[in-house]
């Protein structure tokens, strides 16, 4: 099993909340983040992420967008086995479990962030200006957050809870 690297990284994972949101996460406890099929994001998955990152979960595509909450990469390296699923809507018939195209990792409920972090107030925050999440054209389902702006965020969770 891969050990943790020195020094907590954070990424942003976009969920549609009617189809996985925080609450699920928070009432299951952990998940398989499977389904994701771009090779960009595919590569983060498989080759970027490391036990013990932070994940904030983002609803995306409703009517209140923003960061949710809070995950932990438990699990990392591994194949996606909705590709292998014919009966899931992420199957693939070209990846194989012995040269897997797809990955996933697993991820452990943290906390839930209440009120979340609103898109807006993401967006009107002058030291998050340069967030993957706000550049023009950025669909990307993950993506990195950098150290300064993980520190930030998890300030403005905590401001928000306190007011």
């Not at 406890?29 to 036990?51: F, P």
């Not at 699923?85 to 452990?108: L, N």
């Amino acid at each position: 099993m891969p050990k943790p690297r020195a020094g907590r990284r954070h990424w942003l994972f976009k969920t549609e909340p009617d189809v996985y949101s925080i609450e699920d996460l928070a009432r299951e406890g952990s998940t398989l983040w499977d389904g994701v099929r771009n090779y960009q994001a595919r590569n983060l998955l498989r080759d970027d992420l490391q036990l013990g990152d932070g994940v904030f979960i983002y609803h995306s595509s409703c009517e209140r967008l923003g960061i949710a909450g809070l995950a932990t990469v438990t699990g990392v390296g591994i194949a996606d086995p909705s590709a292998f699923d014919p009966a899931s809507p992420y199957h693939d018939p070209k990846s194989r479990p012995a040269a897997p195209t797809w990955y996933c990792v697993e991820i452990a409920f943290e906390r839930r962030f209440t009120p979340l972090i609103a898109r807006d107030a993401i967006a009107a925050e002058p030291g998050l200006a340069a967030m993957v999440l706000l550049q023009r054209g950025s669909r990307l389902s993950i993506q990195p957050v950098g150290a300064d702006e993980a520190r930030r965020l998890l300030q403005m969770a905590q401001h928000e809870a306190e007011a």
